[in-house]
T-cell receptor
Framework: AQKITQTQPGMFVQEKEAVTLDCTYD???????LFWYKQPSSGEMIFLIY??????QNATEGRYSLNFQKARKSANLVISASQLGDSAMYFC????????????FGTGTRLTVIP | ETGVTQSPTHLIKTRGQQVTLRCSSQ?????VSWYQQALGQGPQFIFQ???????GRGNFPPRFSGLQFPNYSSELNVNALELDDSALYLC??????????????FGSGTRLTVV
């Protein structure tokens, strides 16, 4: 079974600073993918970044980067140069090739960017 | 290209009633998944449809059922509504069921309140 753990219910960051949102996972599947989604108050889940379990390099997408440590089973999201519009809920999720390939989500971290 | 559209956006139902939620998938996507997100929680997988067939189901009772149509749009039906069914229901479409790195495109959800 897959499990995602996000231990930070809420985080605050000063505008223009960097912030790291933690995510650990547990799976027995040899091949899996890790995702981060942003959920603003409107409810829509917005895809941010993806990391495959066999990818050698950490994924980056603009101001987002994923600090993937496979041995520690962690996939932390780093947001650089925070903006006010980054204030939202952030969810870490995992997908494997087993079963229906659905996403397993963590409980989320609420990020607040302070001006 | 159009994204994922869900209707209605908000809905209030009485305990014991039945409800149908609708989802139009993103153009070119043949897989639709439904998630339930209770307040303060991460989304939980309900089921997935791939080319009009159910392709996996989460831990939800049979009163949660679905359909996928030839144009890949989908419906989620919930019978005998309970108070705990109050949640945000998210629909997500993707290109293929078995595409590990393929991200999902989510709709903005339907917020269901059961009174």
């Amino acid at each position: 079974a897959q499990k995602i753990t996000q231990t930070q219910p809420g985080m605050f960051v000063q505008e223009k600073e960097a912030v790291t949102l933690d995510c650990t996972y547990d799976t027995s599947d040899p091949s899996y993918g890790l995702f981060w989604y942003k959920q603003p108050s409107s409810g829509e889940m917005i895809f941010l970044i993806y990391q495959g379990s066999y990818d050698q390099q950490n994924a980056t997408e603009g101001r987002y980067s994923l600090n993937f440590q496979k041995a520690r089973k962690s996939a932390n999201l780093v947001i650089s140069a925070s903006q006010l519009g980054d204030s939202a809920m952030y969810f870490c999720a995992m997908r494997s090739l087993a079963g229906a390939n659905n996403l397993f989500f963590g409980t989320g971290t609420r990020l607040t960017v302070i001006p | 290209e159009t994204g994922v559209t869900q209707s209605p956006t908000h809905l209030i139902k009485t305990r014991g009633q039945q409800v149908t939620l609708r989802c139009s998938s993103q153009s070119g996507h043949n897989t639709v998944s439904w998630y339930q997100q209770a307040l303060g929680q991460g989304p939980q997988f309900i089921f997935q449809y791939y080319r009009e067939e159910e392709n996996g189901r989460g831990n939800f009772p049979p009163r949660f059922s679905g359909l996928q149509f030839p144009n890949y749009s989908s419906e989620l039906n919930v019978n005998a509504l309970e108070l705990d069914d109050s949640a945000l229901y998210l629909c997500a479409s993707s290109l293929e069921s078995g595409f590990l790195s393929g991200g999902y495109t989510f709709g903005s959800g339907t917020r269901l309140t059961v009174v």
